[in-house]
């Protein structure tokens, strides 16, 4: 909660899963609203992110989505795009991570890897290859929902591409650890954003 008379900032997390989870440091002084198209982690909205478009316009200074878009298929990622750059207010911007294609490709053919080999171990258990490309097994079998599938996949060419044609700018996108990692802007950002991201001077 802020504190009376200071008015925070507002960030849409996308596909949070719950808010147990916790977000980057960097948004310690945002105000979170979670969206997530399963209720079982109660969100503040359940709604497919598809559907943004449905919600008010400008509404939120930031949107982060942090390994979501690819549970969607590529002909829906503009329309997940789009509704972020509809709720956002002018100079917002949104903070999109997936895992990185390119860098899996790489580490598979360079390592001589098999499908079903062990990429990395993580908090919830070992990630394969499979895991990246198709999403994590165990959970999508212990859930019994398809929504935890992956259904398309990115480099960081490709999800520049698609903030572009979204109509987002500017864009800055890094990678590193098996992730494409990138900042979308709705209009030039301000001084305290450059500030906050590192981000190169205008």
């Given amino acids: 909660m802020s504190a009376p008379g200071i008015v925070m900032k ?13 977000l980057p440091s960097l948004y310690a002084g ?5 969206l997530d198209i399963d209720p ?8 497919d992110a598809r559907q943004l478009a449905t919600l008010d316009a400008g509404m939120f200074d930031a949107v982060y989505c942090s390994h979501n878009l690819e ?3 590529r002909h829906d990622v503009q329309a997940v795009l789009g ?5 956002l207010k002018p100079g917002g911007f949104a903070h999109v991570r997936v895992p990185d294609l390119e860098e899996l490709m790489r ?8 499908v079903e080999d062990v990429l ?13 490309l198709y999403g994590y097994g165990a959970e999508i079998e212990r859930s019994g929902q398809d929504f935890y599938a992956h259904k398309t996949g990115f480099t960081k060419a490709s999800l520049t591409k698609a903030l572009d044609v979204a109509g987002f700018s500017p864009v800055y996108v890094r990678t590193g650890q098996l992730e494409v990692n990138a900042l979308a802007f709705k209009g030039a950002p ?4 450059r500030a906050l991201f590192n981000l190169p001077p205008q």
């Avoid at 960030?11 to 916790?22: R, S, W």
């Avoid at 079982?40 to 709604?47: E, F």
């Avoid at 580490?107 to 098999?114: E, I, K, M, W």
């Fill in 83 to 87: 509704g972020f750059l509809h709720v």
């Fill in 107 to 114: 580490a598979v053919v360079g390592n001589g890897l098999d």
């Fill in 30 to 34: 945002y105000e979170q609203m979670l």
């Fill in 40 to 47: 079982a982690g109660k969100p503040d909205i359940v709604l």
């Fill in 71 to 73: 549970h969607y298929y």
């Fill in 190 to 193: 301000d001084p305290d954003l």
């Fill in 120 to 132: 990395y171990q993580s908090p919830a258990g070992p990630i394969t290859v499979l895991d990246v």
């Fill in 10 to 22: 507002k960030l849409l997390n996308v596909g949070g899963g719950n808010k147990a989870i916790a």
